[in-house]
T-cell receptor, first 116, second 115 residues
Framework: GAVVSQHPSRVICKSGTSVKIECRSLDFQATTMFWYRQFPKQSLMLMAT?????????EQGVEKDKFLINHASLTLSTLTVTSAHPEDSSFYIC????????????FGPGTRLTVL | AQKVTQAQTEISVVEKEDVTLDCVYETRDTTYYLFWYKQPPSGELVFLIRRNSFDEQNEISGRYSWNFQKSTSSFNFTITASQVVDSAVYFCALRPTGYTDKLIFGTGTRLQVFP
């Protein structure tokens, strides 16, 4: 099956710093990548959808200047949490879908961000 | 409105018991997809099944089975003879065709299987 990786798996940072999370599709070309956020014991909430080579589409309520998404290639998307604060602490999960796929999104293992 | 409801927040069973996880969805689309995902403690989402709205046949895969009922807008998931390794959070999700890719997740059901 299709494999999606995320790096880092865990990150702890100080308040005010920026953190970059990478999402890679390892064995397929991902024309579309998605970023989700999951608070403890809660569901996944879609933050944004990114298509390779174009600007990301953010969901309502998600600050695009705070959560910068770049999808520069067909195998890599990055999420940068700028000026992170403790309330940004969460589990961030990416998923990827290839071209012509049967609408299945393949999920990465997630990145746990803790902002002190 | 597009919505997925998983009313059971937590279920506990003893090994070998059968367990059914409920999922009720809302959509005005006539064509849509439904999914079930498993999220073990490690956090990674594992795809279990995809079903399109035109296919109401029930599906069985090993100990897993799914019951899709359009009349009640439900897509329930049954694990037969549960095992400790089935302990996880299970999410039901809806992909309406009005949104080319967006998945709408339910709140999840945490299943604990005790030995």
């Amino acid at each position: 099956g299709a494999v999606v990786s995320q790096h880092p798996s865990r990150v702890i940072c100080k308040s005010g710093t920026s953190v970059k999370i990478e999402c890679r599709s390892l064995d397929f070309q991902a024309t579309t990548m998605f970023w989700y956020r999951q608070f403890p014991k809660q569901s996944l909430m879609l933050m944004a959808t990114s298509n390779e080579g174009s600007k990301a589409t953010y969901e309502q309520g998600v600050e695009k200047d705070k959560f910068l998404i770049n999808h520069a290639s067909l195998t890599l998307s990055t999420l940068t949490v700028t000026s992170a604060h403790p309330e940004d602490s969460s589990f961030y999960i990416c998923s990827a879908r290839g071209a012509g796929g049967l609408y299945e999104q393949f999920f990465g293992p997630g990145t746990r961000l803790t902002v002190l | 409105a597009q919505k997925v409801t998983q009313a059971q927040t937590e279920i506990s069973v003893v090994e070998k018991e059968d367990v059914t996880l409920d999922c009720v969805y809302e959509t005005r689309d006539t064509t849509y997809y439904l999914f079930w995902y498993k999220q073990p403690p490690s956090g990674e989402l594992v795809f279990l099944i995809r079903r399109n709205s035109f296919d109401e046949q029930n599906e069985i895969s090993g100990r897993y089975s799914w019951n899709f009922q359009k009349s009640t807008s439900s897509f329930n998931f049954t694990i037969t003879a549960s095992q400790v390794v089935d302990s996880a959070v299970y999410f039901c999700a809806l992909r309406p065709t009005g949104y080319t890719d967006k998945l709408i997740f339910g709140t999840g059901t945490r299943l604990q299987v005790f030995p």
